[in-house]
């Protein structure tokens, strides 16, 4: 008479994602951020009271993939989209999943005072370095020496600036209560990046004030990388422009699981 086996599952698809194939390439950052976002919602009980907004951009198509909610907005417009959805349903989860050319670029205004207002809203800021969508332009993330098609010689700073670290720009006004760097280059660093989301959604939950995690996020298709270079070169070189770790912390609680 066999033995019966009793199984226990350990891992599977998030109830906050569903079961789509993903548009993103090879080596992209997107696909982990999109996961970690639904674990944590899984995780606090939030998929049913979720409101997520995206922009224009690689994660344009972020509605066929996450299972709750979504309002798209015009590009750079997803925090002033998310501020009138919050102040109609303050009941709601309103979250923004917006890249580096939207946040950072054409929606620095709406990023800002945003942030200085304090709205009850959690961003995560997917920050390749590039202009993905479109085909590789220089961002304002985009770091010295860095190609780009606008920039074929690398990032010059005397022709175009020095890249913009908004993560830090953003933590000095009195609306952000946590903001946080993080980077999807390892599976340490993932399990880091998880940790710091969960605690930006708890700052939303306990009405503390705007929370954002910097995701540094490897994009080989216009960085013209194989995927490993690509989460080799964040790990490496992405972080000596944009340090890993916190940035600004007032929550008043640390370390809850």
């Known amino acids: 008479m066999s033995e019966q086996v009793e ?5 599977g698809r998030p109830e906050s994602l569903k079961e789509t194939p993903t548009h993103y390439c090879p080596g992209c950052g997107h696909s982990v951020a999109h996961r970690l976002v639904a674990e944590c919602l899984d995780e606090l009980g ?13 994660a ?3 509605y066929n993939y996450f299972n709750f909610d979504m309002v798209e907005a015009p590009h750079g417009r997803a925090l002033a989209v998310a501020t009138g959805i919050k102040r109609v349903h303050p009941d709601k989860f309103v979250l923004t999943y917006q890249g580096d050319g ?25 920050n390749n370095a590039i202009y993905g969508m479109t085909g590789g332009q220089m961002a304002p993330t985009t770091v010295l020496g860095q190609n780009a098609t606008t920039a074929p010689g690398g990032r010059d700073p005397r022709l175009h600036g020095r ?31 998880k940790k710091a989301i969960k605690k930006a959604f708890r700052c939303q939950l306990d009405d503390l004030g705007f929370s954002l995690v910097e995701l540094l996020s490897p994009c080989p298709t216009n960085w013209k990388m194989t995927p490993k ?16 770790g916190v940035i600004k912390d007032l929550t008043g609680y640390e370390d809850k699981k």
């Open 60 to 62: 344009v198509l972020a």
């Open 46 to 58: 939030l998929r049913g009271k979720t409101i997520g907004v995206p922009p224009v951009g690689c």
């Open 163 to 193: 890249p913009i670290d908004i993560s830090r720009m953003l933590a000095v006004s009195d609306g952000v209560v946590y903001a946080e760097r993080c980077a999807i280059s390892s599976f340490k660093e993932i399990r880091k990046a």
């Open 229 to 244: 270079a690509a989460w080799d070169w964040v790990a490496k070189e992405m972080v000596k422009t944009y340090p890993l």
């Open 102 to 126: 939207d946040l950072a670029a054409i929606g620095t205004t709406e990023t800002i005072h945003a942030a200085n207002r304090g709205e009850r809203i959690s961003t995560i800021f997917i």
């Open 7 to 11: 199984y226990i599952k350990v891992f």
